[in-house]
C-alpha cells in the first residue's frame, strides 16, 4: 500500500500565484486532514474532512480551501499565494473505529511550499 | 485558547541514557493523548498513545507517563539510541471528536 501520498514534495510560488496541494490515500480513510508546520511551531490544523462533501475548519484556515468529491482525496488550494504561507503542509488520514473515534492518523511525506 | 506546551524544545542525551520530554494542557476534557515521531524530510508517525484511565504505559524502551490532576504527560525513553534522534510532538484530543492539538516538538539529539 502506498498509505498517504502528496504531491509536489517541493514548490516554489510567487506572491499572488495560486496552486493546488494534492493529497491521496489508498487506505479507505474516512478522515483526512491538512497540517502546516512551521519550525518550532509544531502541526496547526488547517482543514479537515470526515468524508466525502464534508469538510471543517481547523485552527489556521485563512488563505486556503478544501474539496472533498472523493473518499480518496483531499486537495488544500492556495489561492494568493503570501509569504506567511512559507510551510511545510502536510496530509494525514485516520480511520476512526467507535467508541474510540481518535485513533492513529497515517501523515505523508510533506510539500515543502516557499513563496518568494 | 486550547493549547498543549511541550518542553524542552530540544535534547541531547548521550547513547543509553534516558530521555525525557514533558507536555502539559489546559483542558480537561481531552482524553486522548498521543505521542509522534517524525524523522527528517518524513512525515509524523504514531509512537504511542495513552487514555487518562491508566496513568502509564509502556511500549518497548517508550514509556508515557500521564499524571491527570498536573494536567501532564511525559514520554520517557529508555537505553536511548542513535536511532531515535528525531522530532517528537505530544498532542492532545478528544475521543468523541477527529481533532488533535500538537505540541511544538523536541528535537532529540543521541550522542554515540
Known amino acids: 500500500n502506498a498509505g498517504v501520498t502528496q504531491t509536489p514534495k517541493f514548490r516554489i510560488l510567487k506572491i499572488g500565484q495560486s496552486m493546488t496541494l494534492q493529497c491521496t490515500q489508498d487506505?479507505?480513510?474516512?478522515?483526512m486532514y491538512w497540517y502546516r508546520q512551521d519550525p518550532g511551531m509544531g502541526l496547526k490544523l488547517i482543514y479537515y474532512?470526515?468524508?466525502?462533501?464534508?469538510?471543517d475548519k481547523g485552527e489556521v484556515p485563512n488563505g486556503y480551501n478544501v474539496s472533498r468529491s472523493t473518499t480518496e482525496d483531499f486537495p488544500l488550494r492556495l489561492e494568493l499565494a503570501a509569504p506567511s504561507q512559507t510551510s511545510v503542509y502536510f496530509c494525514?488520514?485516520?480511520?476512526?473505529?467507535?467508541?474510540?473515534?481518535?485513533?492513529?492518523?497515517?501523515f505523508g511525506q510533506g510539500t515543502r511550499l516557499t513563496v518568494v | 485558547q486550547q493549547q498543549v506546551k511541550q518542553s524542552p524544545q530540544s535534547l541531547i542525551v548521550q547513547k543509553g541514557g534516558i530521555s525525557i520530554i514533558n507536555c502539559a494542557y489546559e483542558?480537561?476534557?481531552?482524553?486522548?493523548f498521543p505521542w509522534y515521531q517524525q524523522f527528517p524530510g518524513k512525515g509524523p508517525a504514531l509512537l504511542i498513545a495513552?487514555?487518562?484511565?491508566?496513568s502509564e504505559k509502556k511500549e518497548g524502551r517508550f514509556t508515557i507517563s500521564f499524571n491527570k490532576s498536573a494536567k501532564q504527560f511525559s514520554l520517557h525513553i529508555m537505553d536511548s539510541q542513535p536511532g531515535d534522534s528525531a522530532t517528537y510532538f505530544c498532542?492532545?484530543?478528544?475521543?468523541?471528536?477527529?481533532?488533535?492539538?500538537f505540541g511544538s516538538g523536541t528535537r532529540l539529539s543521541i550522542r554515540p
Open positions: 487506505m479507505n480513510h474516512n478522515y
Open positions: 474532512s470526515v468524508g466525502a462533501g464534508i469538510t
Open positions: 483542558n480537561t476534557a481531552f482524553d486522548y
Open positions: 494525514a488520514s485516520s480511520s476512526p473505529d467507535p467508541p474510540r473515534v481518535n485513533t492513529e492518523a497515517f
Open positions: 495513552i487514555r487518562p484511565d491508566v
Open positions: 498532542a492532545a484530543g478528544y475521543s468523541s471528536a477527529s481533532k488533535i492539538i
